[in-house]
Each structure stands twice: as C-alpha cells, then as structure tokens.
C-alpha cells in the first residue's frame, strides 16, 4: 500500500468521527427546541385547559358585543362597586361605565391580559382583577353583580352565597344562563345574548320545632337603587 493510500486510510476515520459529532449536536439541538417548545405550548395552554378538568367546567367564552351592551344596559341607572364573576379577557370590567369594577378569573392568562387592557383603555385606576375560585372569596361590597356561567356554576349553591354576602340593594345580572330558582326582574336579548337581571335575592329563614332548628331560605324583594 502507497503512502497515499495510507494517508487516506487514517484521515477516513476522522472524517466519520466529524460526521457523527456533527449529527449529535444536529439532533441535540433538534431535541431542545422540540422540548422548550412542548414546554412553552403546556404554560400557555395549561390555564386554558384546567377549567376543563375542575368539578364545575368553566370553559373561556368571550362575551359578544350584543352580550356586552345587555349588560351595560341592565346597569345603565346602576352606580357603586360591580364585579364580574368569570371576567374572561375584562371586556366587562374594562367598559367605561363608571363603576368602581373588579373581575376574579381563574385563568392567570386572561388575567394579566385584562389589566393590560384596563391600562390600554385608561380605566386601570378604577378596576382590579384577580386570580381566584369564586368560592374563596366574598362579595359583600360589592352592589352589581355580573356572572358568564354554564349551569353547573349557576346554581342553588351560588343562590345561597350571594344572598348570604350580597347588600339587600343588590343587583344581579346573569348572562347565558339563568339561576334556577331566582325570579328575574326583566331579560333583555335573545338566545346566547340573553340577559337575566335579578333584583330578589334570598333571605333566610330559621324556624325550631322542639330542639330542632331549620334553616330555609326565602325569597324577599330588593329595591333597586
């Protein structure tokens, strides 16, 4: 074998040695991009996909235009404090109503993008927004009530803890779906744009038979203020 040969025998091994390494880094980049991206794709999709796998379903619906509008129409002569039950992406919060408004939303997401656009809208001053389970927190300041909910969260149980906290001049509104029981004062819209607006709520009732006490509750109109 020639000098030449030889020299093209010990370079080959080199050669593949380079290829090899160059298809390892190739394949570890590869990987790391897929892994940041699957990451990335689960933070932005987990607070979305969440609600879904809670006991009560609260799936992100934005309100319409027309949702929006029956509602602002409902609270027209309306002043004090609103809070938005489920407030989304804060399109409720964030009208210029002239509401003191706070909004608890579960998804952190639409949360930080509702103050961003209470800062865009120049209302930040007046609103808040929070990441909270309706059911940690209390609404006994608050006057307006405005709920976007499925059945499941609309329900007796929400009945009781509104009419528990709630001012007896509250007043509530309902949008999709009414309370099963309340009876509401008036609706406005049709189909998914219906509004319920509620101004009797629940009082409560004990009565004792012997040394049993039972506690019901009743239904007692509110004056609209």
Known sequence: MSQEELLLDSGQPNEDNRDRKGRSRIGLVVTGVVGGSLVALYAVAAPFVAPALRKVCLPFVPATTTQVENVLKALR???????DI?????RIVT?????????????PWLVWYSRYRA??????RSTSFH????????????????????PQMVSTSLEL??????PSTAKVVACRFPFPT??????????IDTV????YLLTFKTTKTGKKETTSAVHLKCVTM
């Not at 489920?86 to 804060?90: A, P, V």
């Not at 800062?119 to 930040?124: H, K, Q, T």
């Not at 803890?161 to 709630?166: D, F, N, Q, T």
């Open 86 to 90: 489920g407030s989304g992406d804060g």
């Open 77 to 83: 002569a309306r002043s004090g404090t609103l809070v």
């Open 119 to 124: 800062w865009r809208e120049g209302v930040y």
């Open 182 to 191: 309340w009876i509401p004062e008036s609706t406005a819209g049709e189909g």
């Open 196 to 199: 319920w607006v509620y101004i």
């Open 161 to 166: 803890k509104l009419a528990s906290e709630l």
């Open 131 to 150: 990441i909270s389970d309706l059911w940690k927190v209390s609404f006994a300041q608050y006057s307006n009530v405005v709920i976007f909910g499925v």
């Open 95 to 107: 009208a210029k109503h002239g509401f003191r408004a706070s909004g608890f939303e579960l998804n």
